[in-house]
């Protein structure tokens, strides 16, 4: 059983940068690998960008290439998202989820574990 817990949501002016943590506990976290998601109100939650086991591939979104990082340190077992360049269309309810094995999903039911989600708002 892996549980995660995201962290470094805020509110910040459009063109700023945010930094999110997750940070996961249980065993062979580095089995896993993690993808962010995030959620705007009245919309699905949508892929925003992962990361595969070793942290060695990383796959985003198109409407994030270039501005967001994704990055895994299995030593610490925290993934961590860095966001740049933010907009206001950025603004979501952030989360991530965790899936054991090779593949890398970029859907929700792909994921097996979610934290409860980190709100990041972008004032115009």
């Known amino acids: 059983q892996v549980q995660l817990v995201e962290s470094g949501g805020g509110l910040v002016e459009a063109g700023g940068s945010l930094t999110l943590s997750c940070v996961a506990s249980?065993?062979?976290?580095?089995?896993?690998?993690v993808s962010w998601f995030r959620q705007a109100p009245y919309k699905e939650r949508e892929f925003v960008a992962a990361v595969n086991w070793s942290g060695g591939d990383k796959y985003y979104a198109d409407f994030v290439k270039g501005r967001f990082t994704i990055s895994k340190d299995t030593t610490e077992n925290t993934v961590t998202l860095q966001m740049n360049s933010l907009k206001p269309e950025d603004t979501a309810v952030y989360y991530c989820?965790?899936?054991?094995?090779?593949?890398?999903?970029?859907?929700?039911?792909?994921?097996?574990?979610w934290g409860q989600g980190t709100q990041v708002t972008v004032s115009s």
């Open positions: 989820a965790a899936r054991r094995g090779i593949p890398v999903g970029k859907r929700p039911p792909d994921y097996d574990y």
């Open positions: 249980g065993p062979q976290f580095n089995m896993y690998a």
